[in-house]
């Protein structure tokens, strides 16, 4: 069981938007950055945003993020079949477990299909 | 570019330790003010947050792992290192190495990563 909820799938047609949410609480998102991994088979998750909503070197702008209150939300336009992948929200917990001075927390992961 | 690249046993027995190193090219794991930290996957899973390290001397664990795991830093190799003892069918993912994309900060996301290893626990 993740500390942070996202749908396990999500899917739709080329060109299209969609959206992944990310729900968690006021001691996790509520209180820290939210960043976002997008990752392929057999390969490393590769950072899509960071600090809730700011896109490193080379992604595209068709990835978008936002963050309110105890949520995260990922956006992305233009749909490719390309973007087929599992996409993990990640941030800090404060209070993970009860530890002193939490931890490193992610979602569970979402399978994005593009029909 | 900063390049990370795991190694270690892609094989342990159970109960046993186990351990990996992180060699850090292109960039000194000492000068600059990052979190570095290990994350595992088990196959056919989501990620899970092992622990991070500050400068050599901070470090921050999975409560649900704290007993049994230690991350270090070796300065004189610019490699990163985990180990777990005590280790179970439980322990069997792909271990990634990873630091954090912005520095003084342990919730900026990581980047980059290392690709990976896969370890088995098995008799």
């Known amino acids: 069981q993740s500390v942070l909820t996202q749908p396990p799938s999500v899917s739709a047609a080329p060109g299209q938007k969609v959206t992944i949410s990310c729900s968690g609480s006021?001691?996790?998102?509520?209180?820290?950055?939210v960043s976002w991994y997008q990752q392929f088979p057999g390969t490393a998750p590769k950072l899509l945003i960071y600090d809730n909503n700011k896109r490193p070197s080379g992604i595209p702008d068709r990835f978008s993020a936002s963050k309110s209150g105890t949520s995260a939300t990922l956006g992305i336009t233009g749909l490719q079949t390309g973007d087929e992948a599992d996409y993990y929200c990640g941030t800090w917990d404060n209070s993970l477990s009860g530890g002193v001075f939490g931890g490193g927390v992610f979602g569970g992961g979402t399978k994005l299909t593009v029909l | 570019q900063l390049q990370l690249q795991e190694s270690g046993p892609g094989l342990v027995r159970p109960s046993e330790t186990l351990s990996l190193t992180c060699t850090v090219s292109g960039g000194s794991i000492s000068s600059s003010s990052y979190y570095w930290g290990w994350i595992r996957q088990p196959p056919g899973k989501g990620l899970e947050w092992i622990g991070s390290i500050f400068y050599d001397a901070y470090t921050y664990y999975n409560p649900s792992l704290k007993s049994r795991v230690t991350i270090s830093v070796d300065t004189s190799k610019n490699q990163l290192s985990l180990k777990l003892t005590s280790v179970t069918a439980a322990d069997t993912a792909v271990y990634f190495c990873?630091?954090?994309?912005?520095?003084?900060?342990?919730?900026?996301?990581?980047?980059?990563w290392g690709q990976g290893t896969l370890v088995t626990v098995s008799s």
């Open positions: 990873a630091r954090q994309s912005q520095p003084w900060t342990y919730s900026s996301g990581y980047y980059p």
């Open positions: 006021s001691s996790n998102i509520g209180s820290n950055f």
